[in-house]
C-alpha cells in the first residue's frame, strides 16, 4: 500500500470508529484515545493528528455523509413534477436522510450520530455549516417549500422547521436502534418511513396556528 | 432532624443529583458512585443502599414527577368542554408535560432526563409501566383521542403515537437546553410551546396518510 493510501485507510477506520462511539455513547463522552484504540491504531495521538480537534472529527464525519445526501437531494429536487405540491417539497426534505441510511445498509449509525450531534448547539453549528457548504440543492428546497406553505409568522415558521428536523431525526434513530438491537420495528422498511413522515409533516405544516400572545 | 426525616432528605438529594446528571450525560455514562459525590454523601453506596439497581432508580426519578404530571392530567381531561374537538385531547395530551416543566421553574432537567430514558428500550418500558401505574386519566385522554381520531391502520397508529411522543419530548428539551443555557428560545413561554404543539400534532393526526405496500 502506498503511503497515501495508507493515510487515507487510517482516516477512514478513525471516522468509522468515531462515529459509532459518538452514535451509542455521546459525543462528549468519547475520549480520542478511545476512537484510536476502536479504529485499532496504536498511536493515541491518531485522532488529533489526522483530525484536530473533536470539533473537527465532527465536521469530517458529518461531510462524508452530507455529500451522499446531496446526491439524493439534488436528484428528488430537480424530480419535482408539480412545484404547487407541498407534499412533493416535504419528500425532498425527508427522503435524502431515510434513503441515505437505507444505502448505509445494517448496521448504520448515522440517524444516531446525528441525534447526537444536533442535540449539541456547537455542533449542529457545525452541522449547519456543512449543509450550506455541501448541500447546494437545500436553496432550491427551501424556496419550492415556501412556495406552498401557508402565511405563517416567522415564529411559528421556526418551529415547525424544528418540529420537521425533531421527527425526521427521532424516526430514522428509532428504527436504526430497533434495527441494531434486532427489534420489532415500526416499518417494514425506510421507505415506509419516508411515506409516514411526509404524509405526517405535511399535515404539521399545513395545521391552523392558534394566534399568540 | 429525626432518623426518618435524614433518610428522606438523603434520597430526595440523590434522586435530584441522578436526574441531573442523567440528563447531563445520559443514564449509561453515569456511575452510582458519582451521584453518590453529586448529592454530597459520603458513602458512595448510598444509591445502592436506598434506591438498589439504576432501574430502580431511574423508576423512582420518574415516579417523583409523574405523580405531579397525574394532576395536572387529570384536570385537564376532566374539563375537556367539547369531547368531539380532537384539538382538546390533543391539548389533553402535551399540557401535562409543559404544565410540569413550568411548574418546576428554572433550571429543570426534567425534559433532558425523559429523553435519555425513553431513547433506551428498557428504561423506557419502566416509565411506561410507572405511568400505568401512576396515570389513572391516561385511559380516558386515550379513549377521548381515539373518539375523535380518524380511522387509521393500526400500524399509521402506532406511528403517529410514536411522532407525538417525540415531538412533545425534543421541543420540551430543545426549549429546557436553551433557557438553562441562557441562550435564545423558539417560544416566550412554556404556554406557548403547548400552543404550538398542540396545533402541529393535530394536524400531523388529521393528515391525509397514503397507502403502503
Chains 1, 2 share one sequence.
Not at 440517524?111 to 448547539?121: C, H, K, L
Amino acid at each position: 500500500m502506498r503511503q497515501d493510501e495508507r493515510v487515507s485507510a487510517t482516516r477512514a477506520s478513525l471516522l468509522g470508529a468515531a462515529e459509532r462511539l459518538f452514535a451509542e455513547r455521546g459525543v462528549y463522552a468519547v475520549a480520542n484515545r478511545q476512537i484510536s484504540e476502536a479504529a485499532g491504531q496504536g498511536n493515541n495521538a491518531a485522532v488529533n493528528y489526522h483530525f484536530g480537534t473533536k470539533a473537527d472529527l465532527v465536521r469530517a464525519i458529518v461531510r462524508r455523509h452530507s455529500e451522499q445526501i446531496e446526491l439524493i437531494r439534488a436528484r428528488l429536487v430537480a424530480g419535482v413534477v408539480d412545484a404547487d405540491d407541498l407534499r412533493e417539497w416535504v419528500a425532498c426534505a425527508v427522503v435524502p436522510t431515510t434513503g441515505h441510511l437505507a444505502d448505509l445498509g445494517h448496521p448504520s449509525w448515522y440517524a444516531r450520530f446525528i441525534a447526537q450531534v444536533t442535540a449539541d448547539p456547537a455542533l449542529y453549528a457545525i452541522t449547519k455549516e456543512e449543509a450550506a457548504a455541501t448541500a447546494p440543492s437545500m436553496r432550491a428546497l427551501k424556496e419550492g417549500l415556501n412556495r406552498c406553505l401557508p402565511d405563517l409568522d416567522a415564529g411559528v415558521y421556526e418551529e415547525r422547521s424544528a418540529m420537521t428536523r425533531h421527527l425526521i431525526t427521532q424516526m430514522s434513530v428509532e428504527r436504526e436502534r430497533a434495527l441494531a438491537q434486532g427489534g420489532p420495528t415500526l416499518q417494514s422498511s425506510w421507505e415506509d418511513l419516508a411515506t409516514g413522515l411526509t404524509d405526517a409533516i405535511t399535515g404539521l405544516w399545513t395545521a391552523p396556528h392558534t394566534p399568540r400572545p
